[in-house]
Antibody, heavy 120, light 109 residues
Framework: EVQLLESGGGLVQPGGSLGLSCAAS????????MSWVRQAPGKGLEWVSG????????QYADSVKGRFTISRDNSKNTLHLQMNSLRAEDTAVYYC?????????????WGQGTMVTVSS | EIVLTQSPGTLSLSPGERATLSCRAS???????LAWYQQTPGQAPRLLIY???SRATGIPDRFSGSGSGTDFTLTISRLEPEDFAVYYC??????????FGQGTKLEIK
């Protein structure tokens, strides 16, 4: 079964750091671009960051650029998101998502999400 | 930055009716880059349509997508009870790499 499982969410104070992980299974992880998408409580979806299949191919939303770092470990089938200098507005459910195959730009597989709360 | 505007914000219909949801881009986008998602409360989004008109795996044929340029449409031909949810369009651009519309809530009338 194709599956993504996020972990690492929790409560953190403003200015703090948190690391999220996403364990992939059921597909050849190294062959697919991956992204993080977040959803603040009661709000819509916001793309946060993405990585292509090769190291160094990373992109970020302006809202997190310079504070968040995405990485992938293809040997462990795991996607990471390191979040530093967290702000209240970063409070959201964070989803990892797999891009479809070549030429397919939709996210065809999503994890169940992990909640990040930034509050003092 | 390309902005996607979805309309209406809320759509009230009955089971069995036809639903038409709109997504308008602030500038011309490639049809290849346009996708639609369904999200029910407490769940992750589910890919319905990619490439503006191709149904994702396992999606019933009552869901269809169309459009080009700046105007795109998701149509649900005959609403089933499980179709009442929030729908998002998404496009792949350059900076930011992906953007979502604000969503359309489809509710039972």
């Amino acid at each position: 079964e194709v599956q993504l499982l996020e972990s690492g969410g929790g409560l953190v104070q403003p200015g703090g750091s948190l690391g999220l992980s996403c364990a992939a299974s059921g597909f050849t992880f190294s062959s697919y671009a991956m992204s993080w998408v977040r959803q603040a409580p009661g709000k819509g979806l916001e793309w946060v960051s993405g990585t292509g299949t090769s190291a160094g191919d990373t992109q970020y939303a302006d809202s997190v650029k310079g504070r968040f770092t995405i990485s992938r470990d293809n040997s462990k089938n795991t996607l990471h998101l390191q979040m530093n200098s967290l702000r209240a507005e970063d409070t959201a459910v964070y989803y990892c998502a797999k891009r479809g195959g070549s030429g397919t730009y939709g996210f065809d597989i999503w994890g169940q999400g992990t909640m990040v709360t930034v509050s003092s | 930055e390309i902005v996607l505007t979805q309309s209406p914000g809320t759509l009230s219909l009955s089971p069995g009716e036809r639903a038409t949801l709109s997504c308008r881009a602030s500038q011309t986008i490639s049809s290849n880059s346009l996708a639609w998602y369904q999200q029910t409360p407490g769940q992750a989004p589910r890919l319905l349509i990619y490439g503006a008109s191709s149904r994702a795996t396992g999606i019933p044929d009552r869901f269809s997508g169309s459009g080009s340029g700046t105007d795109f449409t998701l149509t649900i031909s005959r609403l089933e009870p499980e179709d009442f949810a929030v729908y998002y369009c998404q496009q792949r651009g350059s900076s930011p790499l992906y953007t979502f519309g604000q969503g359309t809530k489809l509710e039972i009338k």
